[in-house]
């Protein structure tokens, strides 16, 4: 069984994140979900625990096993590494090698796997030059950009950053795992 480790972030479309994991389940992936300070104000560890059928990491200090360092487990045992929906705060904080919770943790230790990151925001902070240049290092050290659709945002304004289709990120998923088996 491949094992899929899902970040979800503090986006109002963290919901989408039960479909995705729901989704990936039943196609008989197994899926670690990681899920930030800010994404337990959108979605609870209770629902994705309860979908992935796996406990649900939100505590870097939280270690079950004294043998066992999550972190770096979770990432060894990765065939692919997706965070969605991403904030602009995590894609900052990844592509600047900050690792001050368990995700960015995890994401440091990630290597020689597939990288997914699918962004969803206000298309103010899409467009914004810093998220801009953040998204192409991440491009620049091995991510893949899953591209947001344009949409009326949460706020009601029109524009560019709303969370790709779950389909479409569920695609980009499974197509990565087909092309590069462990
Ligand atoms: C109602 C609401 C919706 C938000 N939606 C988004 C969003 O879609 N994208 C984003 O980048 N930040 C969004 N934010 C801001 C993030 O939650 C904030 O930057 C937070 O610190 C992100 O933490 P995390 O990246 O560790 O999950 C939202 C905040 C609020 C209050």
């Given at each position: 069984?491949?094992?899929?480790?899902?970040?979800?972030?503090?986006?109002?479309?963290?919901?989408?994140?039960?479909e995705i994991t729901n989704t990936l389940t039943k196609l008989g992936y197994n899926v670690d979900v990681i899920l930030t300070?800010?994404?337990?104000?959108?979605?609870?560890?209770?629902?994705?625990?309860?979908?992935?059928?796996?406990?649900?990491?939100?505590?870097?200090?939280?270690?079950?096993?004294?043998?066992?360092?999550?972190?770096?487990?979770?990432?060894?045992?990765?065939?692919?590494?997706?965070?969605?929906?991403?904030?602009?705060?995590?894609?900052?904080?990844?592509?600047?090698?900050?690792?001050?919770?368990?995700l960015t943790s995890v994401a440091l230790a990630m290597t020689g796997i597939p990288m997914l990151i699918a962004p969803a925001m206000n298309t103010r902070m899409y467009e914004n030059s810093i998220v801009q240049e953040n998204m192409e290092k991440l491009k620049k050290h091995g991510y893949q950009?899953?591209?947001?659709?344009?949409?009326?945002?949460?706020?009601?304004?029109?524009g560019k950053g709303a969370l790709a289709d779950v389909d479409r990120i569920v695609q980009a998923i499974t197509e990565n795992l087909q092309e590069k088996p462990k």
């Open positions: 069984m491949k094992n899929i480790v899902l970040g979800v972030t503090g986006s109002i479309a963290a919901y989408k994140a039960a300070k800010g994404g337990m104000e959108f979605i609870t560890p209770l629902t994705l625990q309860t979908l992935s059928k796996n406990r649900v990491y939100t505590d870097m200090f939280q270690l079950e096993y004294p043998r066992e360092v999550k972190h770096i487990s979770l990432s060894k045992k990765a065939d692919l590494f997706v965070i969605a929906p991403a904030t602009a705060n995590i894609i900052g904080k990844i592509a600047n090698g900050i690792g001050d919770d368990m950009i899953i591209e947001p659709r344009a949409a009326m945002l949460a706020d009601g304004e029109l």
